[in-house]
Nanobody, 122 residues
Framework: QVQLVESGGGLVQAGGSLRLSCAAS????????MGWYRQAPGKQRELVAA?????????ADSVKGRFTISRDNARNTVHLYLQMNSLKPEDTAVYYC??????????????WGQGTQVTVSS
């Protein structure tokens, strides 16, 4: 299993920046792709950004050019980051870290963090 813990959320004014972090523990050698999702009140959870084990990235259109996802694969730990610049009130949501990991040669499962609140005031 893989456990994920997010940090770095908070309250920021529009136009400001925040950096989210996610620390992975457990069977980290099995981790494949990782990503950040968000869920605003009354809305479905949506993908914000994702990164493969090889470093290929993918972003939601709404955050392209403003957010940057990165990943640090150290020997004993994996960290996922989301640098958020030029924040807008519509970026307000609970942000979740997500990880795919192999449980066998062919089977993947998904872990989620507990979420961290990001609030952008206008």
């Amino acid at each position: 299993q893989v456990q994920l813990v997010e940090s770095g959320g908070g309250l920021v004014q529009a136009g400001g920046s925040l950096r989210l972090s996610c620390a992975a523990s457990g069977n980290i050698v099995s981790i494949n792709a990782m990503g950040w999702y968000r869920q605003a009140p009354g809305k479905q959870r949506e993908l914000v950004a994702a990164i493969t084990s090889g470093g290929r990235t993918n972003y939601a259109d709404s955050v392209k050019g403003r957010f940057t996802i990165s990943r640090d694969n150290a020997r004993n730990t994996v960290h996922l980051y989301l640098q958020m610049n030029s924040l807008k009130p519509e970026d307000t949501a609970v942000y979740y870290c997500n990880s795919e990991y192999y449980v066998s040669s062919y089977d993947l499962e998904v872990s989620w963090g507990q979420g961290t609140q990001v609030t952008v005031s206008s």
